[in-house]
């Protein structure tokens, strides 16, 4: 599995990297999950990756690549129809 962006969280990426792979194969490919029991890690690794990026100052910088960019995404993310 990948590291992640920020050095300080790849041990909760790693952990619901693997919760995640074996839900995918095991359940959700089967047909048989209800929920995603990996929620839980996605928001701890979610938590401590925003933490990161904003001491890094770059939780701003991707702020402002969205604002520049919202005309293209609201042409581009449109619904097909």
């Given amino acids: 599995?990948?590291?992640s962006l920020a050095p300080e969280c790849n041990d909760v990426k790693?952990?619901?990297?693997?919760?995640f792979l074996k839900w995918y194969s095991e359940k959700y490919l089967r047909n048989t999950a209800t929920?995603?029991?990996c929620?839980?890690?996605f928001r701890?690794?979610?938590t401590c990756?925003?933490?990161?990026?904003?001491?890094?100052g770059?939780?701003?910088?991707?702020?402002?690549a969205k604002a520049?960019?919202?005309e293209n995404d609201a042409e581009y993310m449109k619904p097909v129809g």
């Avoid at 790693?14 to 919760?19: M, S």
């Avoid at 770059?58 to 402002?64: G, R």
């Fill in 1 to 3: 599995m990948s590291a």
């Fill in 14 to 19: 790693e952990r619901y990297d693997t919760c």
């Fill in 35 to 37: 929920t995603d029991e």
């Fill in 39 to 41: 929620e839980p890690l």
């Fill in 44 to 46: 701890q690794y979610k």
């Fill in 49 to 56: 990756l925003t933490k990161a990026l904003k001491e890094r």
């Fill in 58 to 64: 770059i939780d701003q910088m991707l702020e402002d």
């Fill in 68 to 70: 520049d960019n919202k």
